[in-house]
């Protein structure tokens, strides 16, 4: 995982240099600073969108991870410009030049940028979608702007063959971390539902997206779990049968009862995650009376809820990721008599105070913007990730502000993320101060 991060010159003037040591670290100040700009930048060197460094105005770019500093700087030089192959002067481009512990590695070009029209033109299956979308006609996935480096990877074979390449070396070096952008813009999200007569194709509010993909999340879970259990169940019969083979094997009832209480407060908390559906039958075999059973019912007894605690606690992880994102979003609704609900046909729904369901899109501005950031640190992260959260106060009342670290941490101790924030609130940072890169005076 990377150390610290160092970018000299936004905008000519401002320096950034965020160590990464500690998990949290919150840049404040006020607009013009370039916080976002860093962000970008950030984003597109960790996620090897390299081209992107062109639109953005900085000196270089320094990371350090252990012994080995990756250093990109810019380097401006005077082009001729052909027009009607005629020369008509010169104009300034930039090239980037790579250096791996001080030794130069290599230089990405850059080179004229592509829109969408360009993949409309030479890509046979993708199609003009309304305005500003393509969608291919395969796949029906639709694609914007901010796609462009998901078509470049997807379509590498139809661009020259230096395009946007980087120094392996640098590939390499970048290989092994993963990075993700809670942008300021996260209350919409790209068209999902695909109708090929609509012309103008409108993005949809993320918070629906979320609250149905939370469905698909469970239906993933479970086939997992069908898995395992099919697994568990083959090897089961062999099992029973070496151990009746063994012939003495001391049965601590003790240790039975101890696990049917194990898996009866599981089984309660997959079934109040929706992870699982209550199921009667089970639920009798776990109150049977055991103590006038005999050694060898209990052996198989024994057996059958060690395999069923194997097979319940590989569906703890997600389980556990629900209990939190309910627990810290009813926390924030509970106030204004809210609260969210989940199940399997439905995903995340809202009710109120009357126990009616509310439509999920017509939550507050900061009810919305605050269902979204929970539910992308906590379903949408990876191990040992780096987070940037631009703006995270946006519309939330003062009181979740000074919540906002406090909860936070609780969050990311369970996947090691390290979170860098970029906020103009004083009320973000709260007793936080010893956690700021601190870029001027914010009102």
Known sequence: MIDYIYVKKIFGEFDYKISLENQIKLIIGPNGCGKTTFFKIIHS????????????????????????????????YSHPNMEDEEF??????????????????????????????????????????????IIDRETNQIYDKNSIYDLIKKYHNILPNDFSTLPKEATKFLAEEKIDFISTERLLH??????????????????????????????????????????????????????????????DKAQIQEQVEKIQNLRNKLIN?????????????????????????????????????????SLEPFANQIELFLEKYNKKLNT???????????????????????????????????????????????????????EPEISLQVSWQREYVEDLESIIKHKNLRVIIATHSVQIVNNNWDKVLNMGEVE
């Open 45 to 76: 060197l960790i996620s090897q969108r390299h081209a992107g460094l062109y639109d953005l105005e900085f000196e270089s770019i320094e990371v350090g991870r252990g012994n080995d500093i990756l250093k990109l700087i810019k380097k401006m």
């Open 336 to 390: 204004s008599g809210k609260k969210i609900n989940i199940d399997h046909y439905n995903g995340f729904y809202i009710t109120n105070r009357n126990e009616e369901i509310i439509d999920i899109s017509k939550l507050s501005s900061g009810e919305q913007h605050e269902f979204i950031q929970l539910y992308s640190l906590i379903f949408n992260t990876k191990e040992d990730q780096l987070i940037l959260i631009d």
């Open 88 to 133: 008509s002067g010169e104009e300034m481009k930039e090239d980037i030049e790579y250096y791996l512990n001080g030794e130069f590695i290599g230089v990405l070009k850059e080179q004229k940028s592509v829109g969408l029209s360009y993949f409309v033109n030479n890509v046979p299956n993708l199609f003009r979608y309304g305005a500003g979308y």
């Open 190 to 251: 790209e068209p999902i539902d695909i109708d090929p007569y609509e012309r103008n194709p409108q993005p949809t509010k993320t918070i629906n997206v979320y609250s149905k993909k939370i469905k698909d999340l469970i239906s993933n879970n479970t086939s997992i779990y069908a898995k395992i259990s099919q697994n568990i169940d083959q090897v089961f019969p062999k099992k029973i049968v070496d151990i009746l083979n063994a012939g003495s094997v001391s049965i």
């Open 273 to 313: 995650t929706s992870v699982i559906e209550p199921n009667n039958q089970v639920e009798q075999l776990l109150i049977e009376d055991f103590k006038d059973m005999d050694g060898t019912t209990l052996l198989v007894l024994q057996e059958y809820y060690k395999s069923t605690l194997e097979k319940l606690e």
